[in-house]
């Protein structure tokens, strides 16, 4: 019965790897805004709109979110602030496997933040 608990647990393991696997970089700013722009992302720190308009706005549960995006030569470019404190310029590459995205910051070598697309 343990060998067969034990299985159950590495094939569940395996599994999710797998699945982590299928998020793509996005690399085309047509992708981007079919995928999350104008729609609502969430995290368990707060929601964000990446607005077509190219502000932001958001509510963190440190502050309101606002400043402003473009896309430059396949990645997302914010300049931002959260409360009084200013985020500053920062390209990303974006990842997703459609309902959920990552940002990845400093041109993906950066912090992930994680969030879902409503």
Do not use: H
């Not at 896309?71 to 997302?76: A, E, L, M, R, S």
């Amino acid at each position: 019965m343990k060998i067969l608990v034990t299985a159950l647990i590495a094939a569940s393991v395996l599994a999710s790897g797998v699945e982590a696997g299928s998020m793509k970089w996005i690399k085309k700013e047509a992708d981007f805004r079919a995928m999350a722009v104008d729609k609502k992302i969430t995290s368990s720190f707060g929601w964000v709109m990446i607005n077509s308009n190219g502000k932001l706005t958001g509510k963190l549960t440190n502050g309101r979110f606002k400043g402003g995006w473009n896309w430059q030569k396949g990645y997302y470019c914010r300049n931002a602030k959260v409360g009084k404190k200013e985020l500053g310029f920062d390209c990303q590459v974006i990842k997703s496997d459609g309902s959920a995205i990552d940002f990845i910051r400093e041109q993906g070598t950066g912090k992930v933040s994680s969030w879902t697309i409503e």
